[in-house]
Structures are given as C-alpha cells and as structure tokens.
C-alpha cells in the first residue's frame, strides 16, 4: 500500500466514525460531519481545522467521484504522519483513566489547617481534595488559604494551630473544581481548564476524576493544568 493508498483509507475511516457520532446515516460533506460533531465531542472540537485542511488535501489526492478513486497525487510522508496522529486523537482519544488515575486524599471540615499546611508542604501540591458534610467533593487552595489569612489581618483572627478547613473552605469562591467520568478524555480536560480562563468568572484549579462524574463518587484521579503539560503518558 503506498502513501496515497494509506491516507484514503485512514481518511474514510475518519469519516466513518463521524457519521456514527453524529448519527448521520445518508451522506454529508465531510465539512459538515466535523462542525456537528465538534459542538459535542472535544477531540474533534480541538483537531477541527486540522481535519479541514486533510480534506482538502484527499481532495487533491483523488480525482472524481468514482470507485475506487483515481489517485492523482502523493501525500508526503510529513503529511501522512500527521494524519494519522490526528486521525488517532479523534477515533481513540486519550481517556482520562489510567493516564491520571491516583489515590486521592480527600479531607474534612473539621481537620486542621495545619494538618492540610503540613500535607501540601509534604507533596508540593497547591490545592487539596475536601468531601463536605453533604458529601460533594470541593476544593481548597493555596490562594484560598492566603485570602483567609488576608481576612484575618483585618481583625477576625483565627489561630491558624485551632482553625478548621470548614473555617478556611467557606472563602473558597466556587467553580474551582470541576468533576469528570473516567471515560472523558484530556481534550474534555483541556476544554474546561480553557472555559475557565475565557469564558467563567472563577478560575478552574483541578478536575477530580470519579467513575461516573458524580460530585459525591470517591476520586479516582486528579487533574492540573499542570498535570496535561507535563505528563509523560500523554501524546506531545
């Protein structure tokens, strides 16, 4: 099978799992397919215009509409690698179990500050896991932290040695933590962290990951943005 031979068949198989996404059983433009698949999947949604620019490529691949097609070009092997990177990121792409499944540390109200100091300290971590009285799952930060203390400054002072998480959480502003299935991908994780910036008031600082993305499921996994830099498992 040469070059031109691969891209098509990995072309059609694109274009295959599309119309099973969208549910599209008659034919659509290949344009189309991805536009109504990118408004509910995020790993379309983020290789959309890559995908635009291989159709016009297969496009100046094939001539006519005929089967089989009449080949009258040759992508470059540059090209046809791309492609199927991409082509992976939208069929398989990468689920948020096991590539950041962890032990996650979940604390309570009434632990001590200084207990959740000592463990961030320990780990170097800026926020950590808090499961509420009612059972959902919050966050508490280092920046949470800091504007505690700041209020305390002004005369509502708390010895840091007696005062709770529950003292500390209720500063939290609320959106800085976001819950996602197993079964999400790191574009859902990249999307959210990228809402929060552009378009949510409060900034997103983790996902906790749970089986079924239910607020009261126990973590499974944990999700930074630091974490989708840096992790040695995912696609660079």
Not at 5 to 34: D, G, K, M, P
Not at 151 to 162: A, F, L, W
Not at 190 to 216: K, M, P
């Amino acid at each position: 099978m040469d070059r031109a031979e691969e891209f098509i068949q990995l072309f059609n198989q694109v274009e295959e799992f599309l119309s099973r996404l969208v549910n599209r059983a008659s034919y659509t433009r290949f344009e189309r397919l991805v536009e109504v698949a990118s408004a509910d999947n995020a790993a379309v949604r983020a290789n959309a215009n890559a995908l635009g620019q291989f159709a016009k490529l297969r496009n100046a691949i094939v001539h006519g509409e005929g089967y089989p097609p009449h080949i009258v070009a040759m992508p470059s092997p540059q090209a046809l690698s791309k492609f199927k990177r991409v082509a992976h990121e939208v069929i398989e792409p990468t689920p948020l179990i096991p590539a950041f499944g962890r032990q996650v540390r979940c604390f309570s109200p009434g632990d001590a500050v200084s207990t959740v100091l000592d463990f961030m300290r320990k780990y170097d971590f800026s926020q950590v896991v808090v499961r509420g009285v009612d059972g959902r799952l919050g966050v508490l930060t280092v920046e949470g932290i800091t504007w505690w203390l700041a209020d305390n400054v002004k005369g509502n002072q708390i010895p840091v040695d007696s005062a709770t998480i529950g003292d500390v959480i209720a500063l939290e502003p609320q959106g800085g933590l976001k819950i996602l299935g197993a079964k999400k991908t790191i574009f859902d994780a990249t999307d959210a962290f990228r809402n929060s910036i552009h378009h949510d008031s409060t900034r997103l600082y983790a996902i906790v990951i749970t089986e079924n993305g239910d607020i009261v499921e126990d973590p499974i996994g944990f999700v930074t943005p630091w974490d989708l830099v840096h992790n040695p498992h995912l696609p660079k």
